[in-house]
């Protein structure tokens, strides 16, 4: 009861508290039904349609992709922003894709894909394989042979579920994405295009409008030094009109982007560090010369010296490969400097005149490990029937190949026999293999299974070499580091603006590069490679613009000290943001106007006058027509086509076009004819509106700039 009465006492203030700890639960749920629902935590939306797991899984493969396409291993920044770009404009275009097909009656249903895989995978065996697969085997013909190419499409969906294989399926979803993508746009353009139909009055409309103009012509660059002077100006009017008539098109942005401005510090070795990098390489090559290989190896850490036998087309440092085959073994390599990049010293150490490849036929006989705990042998049955196999083949009682298909586990029997290139396999298996005659035996104890070779044939002798080569990186002193470091800081101390970054830095001499409209994903600013760092603090919630950032350490080639020089957001900008850009259009566009107008003048002296007063080339019986394209026209863009057209003969005149001015005299106007039936015309309306790949590309972005697209992925890919 005295509890009780205790509470009661207390009631208001325990009502407080229990009223504050409820609005904190409430809170906390909230909370997260916040971070449930908020675009902050999704990576990528197309449509309403939340698009994560899809985006990652299409990067990881595409990035397996171009790895086997171009042979590597991996990738520098500006190589992965561009499989980043190429997986979400994909992505976008096949979700509209999907959607302009759906509207047309036709989906691609997995089925579909499934036996659009089987023909591609099937092309193969024609005269005319699909370029897609085509190119995936020339890919892994190049790293596994053609035979074993072959051998691994057949079973590619047997990799799905293997380590060692996933990659290579991965890269081969991708594949089949790109391929079914394009088989997405040919039908949706040749349906687009079917579905179009051009009537009689356009087509003779545009016959007649089709005029022909013989010309003499004159292109005028205003940035030529004559018109240096000319120093347009822009009225506060101009702009705010020009904003009013074009912020709908010009200045409605599909994407965030940064103008920034990045001074750079190069990281590079002092003098003092030159010559204590080579004194330190020349003290090595002295120990070298008095220590045996084995022992020199083991001091630098290197481990067991590389016994491979190399030929000279190995060898792709230039000069490097002629020194070593005119040495004699034994010989040292002496210190060299390499692009003043690398030292480099070393010693060739054997020769030899061997087959670089063996031809050799397989039986493999996997067996468990702790790795593979599928395999259908025991480590001591594997041994057995090693032992078993070597025993018949050598007694002759079954070939190699007819014992073959009791073993394959999967695989295709052209699969276990192919040619094994010396470069790639293990030295004292190749070594083994070659003290194996033609038609021999030989057991390999491999980490997870036993191999019994037969060596079948082997490549011609061929000049071969053993050598060892150390190299050293000319790079700067930690001291040199340090310094440059603390200039890097002094340096982004001393500013607080972009006014301030780019004044200090002219002041000090130090170089600045300018990115403009850099978007989030990007990895350059400018011709900066790999500056993903720089891009992500950008596009950072808490970084505006005039905002100065710390220090970057890139790859230990340079510092760099970043500024926001500008901060646009995707939608239609604002007056004030784009005000810098209307102000360069129009200064442009002034600066036009003001150089066609001293041409003018200048045409009083006649059309040759103008020519030798501004050493300009002019072109004498020029055809221009009034539908051409700027590629028909002499690169005369459609602004000045549309005034050209409507100058008197024989008259000359300077006219305005979108980048240069154009000093023309027309000599004759052809008015234009119609074809037969109209066809040169309709097909002309065709190719102009859809039968080209750029206005398909032009439809392709106007469809995706229709759709509603979130794209948050510089939070989750800020390296």
């Known amino acids: 009861m005295a509890a009780i009465g205790a509470i009661r006492k207390h009631g208001v203030l325990l009502l407080v508290i229990i009223g504050l700890a409820l609005l904190a639960f409430i809170l906390g749920d909230l909370s997260n039904v916040h971070r449930t629902f908020s675009n902050k935590y999704v990576m990528a939306k197309i449509d309403g349609k939340k698009m994560d797991q899809q985006y990652s899984k299409q990067y990881e ?27 979400w404009q994909q992505m976008l275009q096949d979700a509209v894709l999907d959607k302009q097909l759906a509207k047309l009656g036709l989906t691609f249903t997995p089925q579909m894909i499934e036996d659009f895989k089987e023909n591609m995978v099937a092309s193969l065996s024609t005269q005319q394989p699909n370029q897609f697969i085509a190119q995936f085997a020339n890919a892994l013909a190049q790293i596994y042979g053609p035979e074993n190419a072959m051998g691994i499409i057949s079973n590619i969906e047997t990799l799905a579920n293997q380590d060692q294989g996933k990659d290579i399926y991965n890269a081969y979803q991708a594949l089949v994405r790109f391929a079914v993508s394009a088989e997405k746009q040919q039908n949706y353009f040749a349906l687009a295009q079917n579905s179009i139909y051009f009537s009689d009055p356009l087509a003779k409309q545009l016959a007649k409008d089709n005029n022909m103009a013989m010309v003499s012509l004159m292109t005028v660059n205003p940035e030529l030094t ?14 705010k009109d020009f904003y009013n008539i074009h912020k709908s098109d010009m200045f409605d942005l599909q994407a965030d982007n940064r103008d920034i401005n990045v001074a750079v510090f190069p990281i590079n070795p002092t003098p003092a560090d030159l010559k204590a990098i080579e004194d330190s390489v020349r003290k090595d090559f002295t120990n070298f010369t008095q ?3 084995a022992e020199f190896n083991l001091s630098k850490g290197n481990g067991v010296v590389d016994s491979t036998y190399f030929k000279e087309s190995d060898i792709n440092l230039p000069e490097l490969d002629s020194l070593i085959f005119k040495s004699s073994v034994g010989s040292f390599i002496e210190p060299f400097l390499y692009e003043n990049v690398k030292w480099y010293f070393g010693k060739v150490f054997g020769a030899a005149n061997r087959p670089d490849s063996v031809l050799v036929a397989t039986i493999e006989l996997p067996f468990k490990t ?29 070939s190699i190949f007819a014992l073959q298909p009791n073993y394959l586990y999967g695989r295709e029997q052209g699969d276990t026999t192919f040619w094994l290139a010396e470069r790639g396999t293990m030295p004292t298996l190749y070594n083994n293999l070659l003290e ?23 490549t011609q002798l061929i000049e071969k070499r053993q050598f060892v080569l150390y190299d050293y990186d000319v790079n700067a002193s930690e001291a040199t580091f340090n310094a440059l470091r603390s200039q890097a800081n002094e340096f982004a101390a001393g500013v607080s603006n972009n006014e301030e970054f780019i004044a200090n830095a002219a002041k000090k001499g130090i170089q600045v590069v300018n990115g403009e409209k850099v978007t989030s994903m990007m990895a350059n600013v400018g011709q900066l490679p790999n500056c993903r760092d720089i891009v992500s603090w950008a596009f950072s919630d808490d970084v505006k613009k005039d905002n100065i950032s710390d220090v970057f350490n890139i790859d230990r080639m340079y510092f760099a000290v970043a500024c926001v020089a500008q901060a646009r957001e995707k939608g239609v900008q604002k007056y004030k943001d784009a005000k810098d850009d209307i102000k360069t259009i129009l200064e442009r566009k002034n600066k036009l106007n003001m150089v066609a107008d001293q041409l003018n003048k200048d045409l009083a002296s006649g059309f040759n006058a103008v020519a ?34 409507n100058l008197p003969v024989n008259k000359s005149a300077a006219v305005c076009g979108n980048n240069m001015v154009y000093v023309v005299n027309v000599k004759e106007l052809r008015d234009g004819q119609a074809s037969q039936n109209l066809m040169m015309e309709k097909n002309y309306l065709q190719n102009e509106l859809i039968g080209r790949e750029r206005n398909e590309n032009t439809l392709l972005s106007y469809l995706i700039s229709q759709s509603k697209v979130l794209d948050n992925r510089v939070r989750f890919y800020q390296k």
Not at 68 to 86: A, V
Not at 370 to 395: C, M, N
Not at 436 to 458: C, E, M, S, W
């Open 291 to 293: 220590q045996s290989i």
């Open 370 to 398: 702790a790795q593979y705990k599928e395999a259908p042998y025991s480590k001591k049955e594997a041994h057995r029937i090693a032992d078993s196999l070597v025993d018949v083949i050598k007694s002759n009682q079954a």
């Open 612 to 645: 030798q007063k501004y050493s300009i080339a002019a072109n004498d019986s020029v055809m221009l027509s009034f539908a051409g394209d700027y590629y028909m026209n002499r690169g005369v863009d459609s602004k000045a086509i549309g005034q050209i057209f």
């Open 436 to 458: 194996t005659p033609n038609g021999g035996i030989y057991l390999y104890k491999a980490p997870n299974g036993y191999i019994v070779f037969q060596v079948l044939d082997r």
């Open 226 to 239: 004559a018109f240096q002077n000319m120093k347009p100006e822009v009225s506060e009017k101009e702009m």
């Open 61 to 87: 493969e595409n990035t397996a992709l171009m790895k086997l396409l171009q042979n590597k291993t991996s990738f520098e920044d500006n190589e992965t922003y561009q499989i980043h770009e190429m997986t």
